[in-house]
């Protein structure tokens, strides 16, 4: 079947079979192999996409449910020079250790920062429960995440 | 037929069906958003449990269910599973149901040529199970306010805070005298047997006494009786039955509790 949506600022046009995941349509049609497998059952947010803003597991949606949605995939947030503040952070605060779960992380937090702009910690480990990490002990997450709002309210008033 | 996909897309990976005749509700405009009528507030099926967090109906008419929304999976579990989704599913650990019963939910159904209004407790009647008939879909949730009730309790135990399924819940409604007097009634527990048990009985021997440890004590014979839990990978039924009686203590901690009320 034949569906619209926008990907990454893009308006694309696909044909998938119709049991096609999100997930699948992504990673194996589309390359786009930032977006990870972990569990495959919603449980560990590896997959996390933005689906209008909101986060959302690419391995519990078909792909037909995107037709006509904005969908933002990890590989969409940065410009070609420069990472997004929220990725920047990330780096800076030493909360990437083997990396699987960090797309999925930085999504979450991204749609948290759109609604929240200054988020206490408790905020941030509400907003990121779903994101599962078996590396960091998600303190250095939760604070790249608060630096992520640090930069993106210096960003805005400078 | 589904709408969030998020129970459908976990089973379709362990059993794949083909060919693949499915219908996603989760796009029609009519079955989301919370309406309010006269009689009462109609809460569409398709909405999604985060979009009912944040309305402003839910939280200030219904905050027993917005209790139960705020726990059930995670952010973005939220986001994509609905409250219709959740019903049909029909879970006795679905986080959303204990709160609907206490509330006397009454169903939307409809199909091409008709509607009809069940409440929550006649169409669901087993796990998995519930009275929805070929061509037809449940269309959204009837709640009335009743702003007599002064306590609204929702408390679920789990292995972890997210993302955890139920071990027990319980979901209550109480209007309690200035005295300490229960007046009003209405309790729910999940996870504890193959439907949300909500026991008349219980909430009868309830009525009139002081809100204390005493009298809550007093009901838990009647409470073991009614519910009826399972072993399973989560928690045994000899655990289950201890702590679906020890959180309708916890309704202690929700009302501004004194030292020798009742005794």
């Known amino acids: 079947m034949k569906i619209s949506f926008t990907l990454n600022g893009k308006k694309i046009r696909v044909d998938v079979p119709p049991d096609r995941r999100v997930l699948d349509l992504l990673r194996e049609d589309l390359s786009l192999t930032g977006t990870k497998e972990g569990c495959g059952t919603g449980e560990c ?22 037709e006509g949605c904005h969908v933002t995939t990890i590989e969409g947030v940065s410009s070609a020079k420069k990472l997004h503040p929220v990725q920047e952070a990330f780096i ?21 920062l759109q609604r929240n702009a200054e988020p206490t910690r408790q905020d ?35 | 037929m589904y709408a969030g996909g998020t129970d459908l897309l976990v089973r379709l990976r362990k059993n794949p069906v083909n060919p693949f005749p499915l219908v996603c509700l989760g796009q029609i405009k009519e079955l989301k958003g919370v309406r309010e009528s006269p009689e009462g507030a109609f809460i569409g099926a398709c909405s999604s449990h985060a979009s009912l967090l944040s309305n402003p109906i839910i939280r200030y008419a219904f905050p027993v269910l917005a209790k139960g ?12 599973g609905t409250i219709g989704g959740n019903i049909c599913t029909a879970s006795p650990a679905g986080d959303t149901l204990p709160p609907l019963y206490v509330l006397d939910a009454v169903l939307e159904i409809r199909s091409q040529n008709a509607v009809r209004r069940i409440a929550i407790k006649d169409f669901i009647v087993g796990p998995g199970q519930q009275r929805l ?18 306590i609204h309790h929702f408390e679920k135990v789990g292995q972890r805070n997210a993302l955890a399924i139920s071990v027990a819940s319980l979901s209550a409604l109480l ?47 009647l409470l073991r009786e009614a519910i009826s839990p399972i072993d399973d990978i989560r928690a045994t039924a000899a655990y289950r039955r201890t702590v679906a009686g020890n959180i309708l203590l916890r309704l202690l901690a929700s009302f501004p509790y004194k030292e020798g009320y009742g005794t």
């Open chain 1, 124 to 158: 941030i480990r509400e907003a990121l429960s779903g994101n599962l990490c078996r590396c960091t002990g998600y303190q250095k997450i939760v604070d790249a995440v608060q630096g992520g709002s640090a930069k993106l309210k210096k960003g805005q008033t400078s």
């Open chain 2, 133 to 150: 008939n070929k061509g037809e879909i449940l269309a959204g949730i009837w709640l009335k306010n009743d702003p007599d009730f002064n």
């Open chain 1, 92 to 112: 800076e605060h030493g909360a990437v250790q083997c990396g699987f779960c960090t797309p999925g992380a930085v999504l979450a937090a991204i749609d948290l």
């Open chain 2, 69 to 80: 929304l705020q726990v059930l999976g995670s952010p973005p579990i939220r986001n994509m």
């Open chain 2, 175 to 221: 209007k309690v005298s200035e005295s300490g007097i229960i007046e009003r009634v209405r309790l729910a527990w999940g996870s504890v047997a193959p439907t949300i048990v909500s026991p008349t009985n219980v909430e009868a021997a309830l009525k009139g006494h002081f809100l204390s440890k005493d009298t809550l004590q007093k009901v838990m014979p």
């Open chain 1, 45 to 66: 947010g590896a997959c996390t996409i933005l689906v209008n803003g909101e986060s959302r597991l690419s391995c519990l949606m078909l792909a037909a449910q995107l």
